[in-house]
């Protein structure tokens, strides 16, 4: 006999937020704000030969070169792991890192601006701050981590005025995804084969 899986229903305060049709011009402004700041700071790092061209690799050296002096001492702020990753992985790949982080933030950015794969973009992004927080660099990482964290929260919403409009039903995402959680808010029932861009 099978044991029954518990579940429990998500607090209307958090549809609200994260996947109702009121948050949506709120998921937009914050999408494309982050979306902004990844797209100027590749356009640095594309621009700049020492990221892409000729010296490329010799940035990214410099930058890890620093990470790993911060790794010693009573409190480091790079932990051993991470300083290992670096002299290990990093380091000895400098050149490929470097294109890939360059071109990495454009696509994140481009992908955010047009609010194509919403989610899954705010979580690359997420993952690039969070390597350059494990390598001692605060900036606006962190600023940048929490908006791309609740971005992925609110993936059913955030992209609602983008091209996830369009892309999410036709790439296996639930097609009632957001007139349920939209309905279930609002008291009203969800009506299963109405597609996601046909929100109430």
Same mark, same amino acid.
């Given at each position: 006999?099978?044991?029954?899986?518990?579940?429990?229903?998500?607090?209307?305060?958090?549809?609200?937020?994260?996947?109702?049709?009121?948050?949506?011009?709120?998921?937009?402004?914050?999408?494309?704000?982050?979306?902004?700041?990844?797209?100027?700071?590749?356009?640095?790092?594309?621009?700049?030969?020492?990221?892409?061209?000729?010296?490329?690799?010799?940035?990214?050296?410099?930058?890890?070169?620093r990470a790993l002096t911060l790794a010693?001492?009573?409190?480091?702020?790079?932990? #051993?792991?991470?300083? =290992?990753?670096?002299?290990? !992985?990093?380091? &000895?790949? %400098?050149?490929?890192?470097? /294109?890939?982080? $360059? *071109?990495?933030?454009?696509?994140?950015?481009?992908?955010?601006?047009?609010?194509?794969?919403?989610?899954?973009?705010?979580?690359?992004?997420?993952?690039?701050?969070?390597?350059?927080?494990?390598?001692?660099?605060?900036?606006?990482?962190?600023?940048?981590?929490?908006?791309?964290?609740?971005?992925?929260?609110?993936?059913?919403?955030?992209?609602?005025? #983008?091209?996830?409009? =369009?892309?999410?039903?036709? !790439?296996?995402? &639930?097609? %009632?995804?957001?007139?349920? /959680?939209?309905? $279930? *808010?609002?008291?009203?029932?969800?009506?299963?084969?109405?597609?996601?861009?046909?929100?109430?």
């Open positions: 006999m099978k044991n029954p899986v518990a579940t429990y229903p998500e607090p209307k305060l958090s549809k609200w937020v994260f996947a109702s049709r009121a948050s949506v011009p709120f998921w937009t402004i914050v999408r494309i704000y982050l979306g902004y700041l990844w797209l100027s700071a590749g356009m640095h790092k594309i621009t700049n030969p020492a990221w892409v061209g000729p010296e490329a690799g010799g940035a990214v050296k410099g930058f890890l070169d010693t001492g009573d409190h480091p702020s790079v932990q #051993g792991w991470y300083a =290992w990753m670096i002299e290990n !992985i990093f380091l &000895p790949n %400098a050149p490929v890192l470097s /294109h890939m982080v $360059a *071109f990495g933030e454009i696509l994140v950015g481009t992908a955010l601006v047009l609010g194509f794969l919403t989610g899954m973009s705010a979580f690359f992004g997420g993952m690039m701050n969070a390597a350059f927080l494990f390598a001692g660099t605060v900036s606006t990482n962190p600023v940048m981590f929490v908006l791309a964290t609740w971005i992925v929260l609110a993936w059913r919403v955030a992209g609602y005025w #983008g091209l996830d409009f =369009w892309v999410l039903p036709r !790439i296996g995402a &639930p097609r %009632a995804e957001w007139k349920q /959680h939209h309905d $279930a *808010f609002e008291g009203q029932p969800a009506h299963e084969g109405q597609p996601a861009h046909q929100i109430a």
